[in-house]
């Protein structure tokens, strides 16, 4: 209330009166974030303000199924026992270090998660978008270095639709105006090829072409599934033309599609892998670029750096999100349940759902843009239950925390299918 009062342009005593006698405390709560958070969003209009598993409580006590976790960053769902207890005990000891000095936390967790992407070694980071630029200038210097192109010329093919992140060189070679509009000048150096398509790819690559850089499953574009044998042809080509394989697994990856990794489910495994989102368990931003010797190897000290990467707290987390993937039970989760929630939305096809696009817990809708916008739909579940966000036009991503029920599929399931026929 009383940052409300400090505000000039709010906190008359009409508008207190009114919020008492209203108690509609989401209604006070969005207009706070109206008065004070830059609008960089368009949030949907539900103040959240507890969360268990894959459950969230707003500020008037209801409960909402999370369908978006986080946009795949809660894929253990919210406030996992296990994650919080690896927290808390981490807070309690050591939280930052900087990378001046060693802690007995970074090791172990770099080893763990060397291994379970059956890599050599691990540049730790906090966001996804840096750990994107990371690995943009790991392919620079790899092609510089040991490629051999001559300095200041290495290219990077990039795909039709991606989202790598927000940073200025990576909205560069977004092609989404919303993302790239005003902020030129752009970073130079990448080439943008249709996405699926092996040939348009082959075409662009030249001497010059240090990485092609991919997502396999492209999420923020609507889950938009390469078609099949693609990534074994990108495979292929980047081995034949002495050319790093990036996937950009932030999204698609730990445990999403079923697989640990998306890349999993041709069999292919990338040059390099990029991690964030779930790798902080929800609780922190971890990310991290993991890679072989002969590629991650470029960097010597001084080259690269962050304060806060691979700070003891993101370790700990971080180790133990790793923990939960080497069992294999989340993977196993995501394909069983993914079973139903396929063939569910699949039932929906023709009665207002135009297509579905699903590989393990993750499904992109179209839904038939004649009934409503995605955001239309979003709004409409909300006031069902359930959360979930759209991403272009008239798709909604669906991507439920790896800890639902068979019986919270049914729940999103039965919220769509009611959407849809009202
Ligand atoms: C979310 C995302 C990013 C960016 O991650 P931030 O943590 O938001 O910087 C990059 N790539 C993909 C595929 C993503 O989904």
């Given at each position: 209330m009383s940052d409300t009062a400090a505000h000039p342009g709010a906190g008359a005593i009409g508008d207190a009166v009114h919020r008492v006698t209203d108690h509609s405390l989401t209604r006070d709560h969005i207009s706070l974030a109206q008065d004070w958070v830059a609008s960089n969003y368009s949030p949907l209009p539900v103040v959240i303000a507890h969360a268990e598993g894959a459950w969230v409580t707003d500020v008037e006590g209801r409960r909402y199924l999370d369908a978006l976790a986080g946009y795949s960053a809660l894929n253990f769902g919210h406030l996992h026992p296990t994650l919080v207890a690896a927290a808390r005990s981490q807070l309690e000891r050591l939280t930052l270090t900087s990378r001046a000095f060693h802690s007995d936390r970074l090791g172990p967790f770099c080893r763990d998660l060397a291994v379970l992407a059956g890599k050599d070694l691990v540049l730790p980071?906090?966001?996804?978008?840096?750990?994107?630029?990371?690995?943009?200038?790991?392919?620079?210097?790899?092609?510089?270095?040991?490629?051999?192109?001559?300095?200041?010329?290495?290219?990077?093919?990039?795909?039709?639709?991606?989202?790598?992140?927000?940073?200025?060189?990576?909205?560069?070679?977004?092609?989404?105006?919303?993302?790239?509009?005003?902020?030129?000048?752009?970073?130079?150096?990448?080439?943008?090829?249709?996405?699926?398509?092996?040939?348009?790819?082959?075409?662009?690559?030249?001497?010059?072409?240090?990485?092609?850089?991919?997502?396999?499953?492209?999420?923020?574009?609507?889950?938009?599934?390469?078609?099949?044998?693609?990534?074994?042809?990108?495979?292929?080509?980047?081995?034949?033309?002495?050319?790093?394989?990036?996937?950009?697994?932030?999204?698609?990856?730990?445990?999403?599609?079923?697989?640990?990794?998306?890349?999993?489910?041709?069999?292919?495994?990338?040059?390099?892998?990029?991690?964030?989102?779930?790798?902080?368990?929800?609780?922190?931003?971890?990310?991290?670029?993991?890679?072989?010797?002969?590629?991650?190897?470029?960097?010597?000290?001084?080259?690269?750096?962050?304060?806060?990467?691979?700070?003891?707290?993101?370790?700990?987390?971080?180790?133990?999100?790793?923990?939960?993937?080497?069992?294999?039970?989340?993977?196993?989760?995501?394909?069983?349940?993914?079973?139903?929630?396929?063939?569910?939305?699949?039932?929906?096809?023709?009665h207002g759902v135009d297509a579905v696009r699903c590989r393990g817990l993750w499904a992109g809708v179209d839904i038939d843009p004649q009934l409503m916008t995605g955001r239309e739909a979003s709004q409409r579940l909300l006031e069902r239950g359930v959360l979930v966000k759209d991403t272009h036009g008239s798709t909604i991503r669906l991507a439920p925390p790896l800890v639902v029920e068979e019986a919270e599929?049914?729940?999103?399931?039965?919220?769509?299918?009611d959407l849809l026929r009202a």
């Open positions: 980071m906090n966001t996804g978008a840096e750990a994107v630029e990371t690995a943009i200038k790991t392919a620079r210097r790899w092609g510089y270095e040991v490629k051999g192109v001559p300095d200041g010329r290495a290219r990077i093919i990039v795909l039709a639709g991606n989202f790598h992140g927000r940073t200025t060189t990576i909205i560069s070679f977004s092609d989404d105006p919303l993302a790239r509009e005003h902020y030129g000048p752009y970073t130079p150096g990448f080439d943008l090829v249709p996405f699926g398509d092996i040939d348009a790819l082959e075409a662009a690559v030249t001497d010059e072409t240090v990485a092609v850089l991919l997502e396999p499953i492209q999420g923020e574009a609507g889950v938009i599934v390469p078609p099949q044998g693609w990534l074994r042809d990108v495979r292929e080509l980047t081995r034949r033309r002495n050319v790093l394989m990036v996937a950009d697994e932030i999204q698609s990856g730990l445990g999403r599609t079923g697989t640990t990794f998306a890349c999993d489910l041709e069999g292919v495994v990338p040059d390099i892998y990029v991690l964030g989102k779930a790798l902080g368990g929800g609780i922190v931003p971890v990310s991290a670029v993991v890679a072989d010797r002969g590629v991650l190897g470029v960097f010597t000290p001084g080259s690269h750096g962050s304060t806060f990467g691979g700070n003891p707290l993101a370790a700990a987390v971080g180790q133990a999100v790793v923990g939960l993937l080497v069992t294999g039970e989340y993977q196993q989760r995501a394909r069983s349940m993914g079973v139903l929630l396929e063939s569910g939305l699949r039932e929906l096809l023709g599929v049914e729940i999103l399931l039965a919220a769509l299918g």
